[in-house]
């Protein structure tokens, strides 16, 4: 990596340098020790050239959530980045660095990559330790690559994988080195019919997707058309499940530890409730309200359990249909970026922009996003391939492949 200039989300640890999750809460807050991601990268020479900024806590899908403001997309100013690691995709995008690293907990690394046209990988739950991110949903946090090549998307993986001590969910293998994997002359994919055929779907980017389909089949590769009646029970129930994670997590940020603590407090009580009135923004604080009440007594039964059951049932849908199949094969999202302030003031339609991606995440399954090229307007489209958790070999050879096949 020597030489390589590479930009961190705002929520990953680099010891004596500030990290803030782009909330105010941190501000002023410089980590006391670095993420064992970038420590890896830091061994190979590579350069951390700055922070990038993203959604509060990684909350959100447009970058619009963020106490220094909102981040553009260089393709059309007018519109979102995608989120959450919106300002690590723009900066590949525009040439401001190599590569960059981002966290995606349920679409917020693949989503802006297909925003703006580069790749983007969220790799295995566990492939790269979580020591050193700043904890949005823990069971669903994962560390991953922007790049312009597979090549850089490879690499970064793997140096940045591999167990670690200090992260007991780390997958508990050495680190990938080889991408040689033994690839089949045909492969079969995954094609869910509610995704093609949901409402939702932007003419251009079904059209995109199904012309990707067609060439796939004239190469002789197969495709297999799957039922998944659940695709609709995704967003809410990722949404009850790291919203409870969310609240839990983000307990620690009350004043006395880090960063912000309010200067209008005059006891223990107060402190506490000034500084995360003051430290949160609305999106955070509408996730801490939805996590709580659904981790309540009254409610756990009703809400978090019932999601943690959806969540199974999507997992052993998943592997069976992977079981199948080499690769699932989606849009990344439902349309190319929309315009700033669009979804802003309706949180439901915000969180429906990750129709497509929280699968991966309530799975755990490694997934990808691809350029596929541009609507007639100019802006970026993205496919996305999703393949068995801890199949990063394999995704990156089929990922070559469509690559292959889109040029
Ligand atoms: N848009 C999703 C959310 O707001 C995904 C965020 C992420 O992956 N960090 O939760």
């Known amino acids: 990596m020597a030489g390589a200039v590479i930009a961190l989300k705002d929520n990953m640890s680099f010891k004596g340098h500030k990290v803030s999750a782009s909330s105010k809460i941190l501000e002023g807050f410089e980590a006391l020790y670095t993420a064992t991601a970038l420590e890896r990268l830091e061994a190979e020479d590579a350069i951390f050239i700055g922070r990038t900024n993203c959604d509060e806590f990684a909350m959100g899908a447009s970058n619009e959530n963020s106490a220094y403001g909102a981040v553009k ?4 100013e007018s519109r979102v980045p995608g ?3 919106g300002g690590s995709a723009v900066a590949v995008a525009a040439n401001m660095c190599h590569c960059s690293l981002g966290s995606d907990t349920g679409g917020s690394i693949r989503q802006p990559a297909a925003f703006n046209g580069i790749y983007g990988l969220k790799p295995t739950y566990g492939r790269i330790s979580r020591w050193g991110l700043l904890a949005y949903a823990s069971s669903f946090d994962q560390i991953g690559p922007f790049a312009h090549s597979l090549e850089d998307i490879a690499l970064l993986t793997q140096i ?6 200090h992260d007991a969910t780390a997958i508990q293998e050495p680190s990938l080195n080889s991408w040689e994997s033994s690839s089949k ?13 949901h409402p939702g779907l932007d003419e251009e980017v079904r059209a995109s997707f199904n012309a990707l389909l067609s060439k796939l089949e004239s190469q002789g590769h197969i495709i297999e058309w799957v039922d998944f009646p659940l695709l609709d029970q995704m967003v809410p129930a990722y ?3 790291t919203t409870a994670e969310a609240s839990s997590n983000l307990s620690r940020y009350s004043g006395m530890m880090y960063g912000y603590r309010s200067n209008n407090a005059s006891d223990l009580e107060s402190t506490y409730t000034l500084s995360r009135t003051e430290g949160f923004g609305p999106e955070v604080k509408r996730r801490i309200m939805l996590g709580t009440f659904v981790l309540s007594s009254d409610q756990y039964d009703a809400y978090y359990e019932q999601a943690l059951k959806v969540r199974r049932v999507i997992q052993n849908q998943t592997d ?6 080499d690769a699932m094969l989606l849009p990344t999202t439902s349309t190319p970026a929309f315009k700033l302030g669009e979804k802003s003031k309706d949180p439901v339609s915000m969180y429906l922009a990750d129709l497509f991606t929280v699968q991966a995440n309530l799975a755990g399954n490694p997934a990808i996003s691809i350029p596929a090229g541009f609507t007639q307007g100019g ?4 496919v996305q391939l999703m393949t068995p958790r801890k199949s990063e070999i394999d995704l990156y050879d089929l ?3 469509i690559e292959r096949t889109l040029s």
């Open 399 to 401: 990922s070559k492949l």
């Open 83 to 85: 989120g959450s690691s």
């Open 379 to 382: 802006l970026p489209i993205g």
């Open 160 to 165: 940045m994988s591999g167990k670690d001590a």
């Open 185 to 197: 002359e045909k492969q079969r994919f995954a094609v869910m019919k509610q995704a093609v055929e």
């Open 320 to 325: 069976e249909i992977l079981s199948r199949n």
């Open 73 to 76: 997309n260089p393709f059309d």
């Open 239 to 241: 949404y009850v499940l």
